[in-house]
C-alpha cells in the first residue's frame, strides 16, 4: 500500500519551476512533482545538508535529490536511473 501524500513547506528553495538540460520544464509546488505533465505526491523529505539538499521520496516510491541554494540555478539528480540536470530557474515557487 503507497504511504500517504504529504505537502512540502512552500518556502524551500527548490520549490518554483526550472528548465533543466535534456528535459521539459520541471515544478516543485507544495502538493506535487510536476515533471512535464506527469504529477507526482510527495511522502517525504530529508534535509541532507541543511538547507542546500534535500532527497524526496514519491509516493510512488521514485527518489530524486535537488541542491539548491536559493539562487536561480538547482541540481536534480536521480540515484535509480543516474540522470543528473542542472536547472535554471524560471519562475518562483
Do not use: N
Not at 11 to 39: E, H, I, N
Not at 75 to 89: E, I, K, L, V
Amino acid at each position: 500500500m503507497p504511504p500517504e501524500p504529504v505537502e512540502l513547506e512552500a518556502g524551500l528553495p527548490f520549490m518554483g519551476s526550472w528548465d533543466c538540460d535534456g528535459m521539459a520544464r520541471m515544478t516543485f509546488r507544495p502538493d506535487g512533482y510536476d515533471q512535464g505533465g506527469v504529477v507526482l505526491t510527495y511522502a517525504q523529505l530529508e534535509e541532507i545538508v541543511p538547507g542546500r539538499m534535500w532527497g524526496i521520496v514519491m509516493t510512488d516510491g521514485y527518489v530524486v535529490t535537488v541542491e539548491a541554494d536559493g539562487s536561480d540555478w538547482l541540481t536534480w539528480h536521480s540515484p535509480q536511473s543516474g540522470d543528473t540536470f542542472r536547472c535554471r530557474r524560471i519562475e518562483e515557487g
